[in-house]
């Protein structure tokens, strides 16, 4: 869970990526993620474009923001970060790919079946704080006493440019695609996708009671939202990051919500007609078009992560 991340020990907010930046995270992640299949499919008669980012390492896209950041940051041969999820797998799969140490914090209650994948990429894994945010703080003085890079979930201009690659392959492998429809949490995937889609609309759709980025742009400006939903493990960010939104109120963004419910059906559909296996948050955006929230021709909907339990019957 990746809450607010607000304030320069995080990140580097204040700079402000563009779409330069995610052409040199491509380069520069190349040799590392996979490079995850378009998928065109039609479903009742539509037609759409998925993303099979839940292929991607790690189980989800997380892990090109994290490889742009350590690639980005040669000196860095530690990096810590605090999240029981999809982030912090990725930062330890990227550390591991990379050969650097990562250090990931994780409340003391979080999940064994979280820590048990994170320990399995080779990191160490740190219990501490009853919340979030006191692994957050336990992680920064951990960083600054003994020192090695602070990897913030989405608000940081490398990160947020590494999660830009997915669109920039998605308008390089599908250019008939005239949107890309994405999961906010913190809104670092989103704002990549603006900067990374070549210019094609952006479609950030959240859980209607975990909505960080629509709150944000009611009010003009990133405030704290309720994070209720059964997928605010991954998208439960209390606030839109400062970098992300800096982009997204710059761009052709716009704000879809869906319910759980319709999220969970979404879910299952994937799985049910076209056996795609991914999590609740990942579903978000084919909730939204079979909803008939999502106004474009032929849009292309970003399956993002696949951090599921598998139960075999
Ligand atoms: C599967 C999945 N989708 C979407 C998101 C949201 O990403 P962001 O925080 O960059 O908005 C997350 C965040 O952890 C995630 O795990």
């Not at 140490?101 to 160490?124: C, H, L, N, Q, Y």
Request: hydrophobic share 45%.
């Amino acid at each position: 869970m990746e809450r607010a991340e607000v304030g320069s020990r995080r990140g580097r907010a204040g700079e402000i990526p563009g779409p330069d930046d995610v052409a040199s995270a491509l380069a520069r992640i190349a040799p590392y993620r996979r490079r995850t299949p378009v998928f065109p499919v039609e479903v009742a008669g539509r037609q759409l474009v998925l993303k099979l980012e839940h292929l991607q390492l790690s189980g989800s896209f997380k892990l090109r923001g994290a490889l742009n950041a350590l690639l980005a940051s040669p000196g860095a041969t530690e990096v810590v970060t605090a999240s029981g999820g999809n982030h912090g797998l990725g930062v330890a799969v990227a550390a591991r790919l990379l050969s650097r140490r990562a250090t990931i914090f994780v409340p003391e209650d979080a999940p064994d079946s979280k820590a048990a994948r994170i320990v399995a990429a080779g990191a160490e894994l740190v219990r501490a704080g009853g919340t979030y945010s006191e692994a957050v703080e336990a992680a920064l003085d951990r960083v600054e006493r003994r020192g090695g890079r602070y990897l913030p979930a989405y608000d940081d201009p490398l990160v947020v440019a590494g999660q830009g690659t997915v669109a920039a392959e998605v308008a390089q492998d599908a250019p008939q695609v005239d949107a890309i429809v994405v999961a906010v949490g913190g809104g670092g995937l989103a704002a990549g996708s603006a900067l990374g889609g070549g210019g094609r609309k952006v479609v950030a759709v959240e859980p209607e009671r975990c909505c960080s980025f629509h709150d944000a742009l009611v009010a003009g400006r990133p405030v704290d939202a309720p994070t209720d939903s059964v997928a605010a493990s991954a998208l439960g960010a209390t606030r839109v990051g400062e970098v992300p939104f800096a982009v997204l109120s710059a761009g052709s963004a716009e704000s879809v919500l869906v319910s759980d419910e319709e999220m969970l059906a979404a879910r299952d559909a994937l799985f049910e007609e076209l056996r795609l296996a991914v999590e609740p948050a990942s579903a978000a955006g084919y909730a939204a078009w079979l909803a008939g929230r999502v106004e474009a021709e032929l849009p292309c909907v970003v399956l993002c992560g696949a951090n599921t339990e598998w139960v075999p019957s």
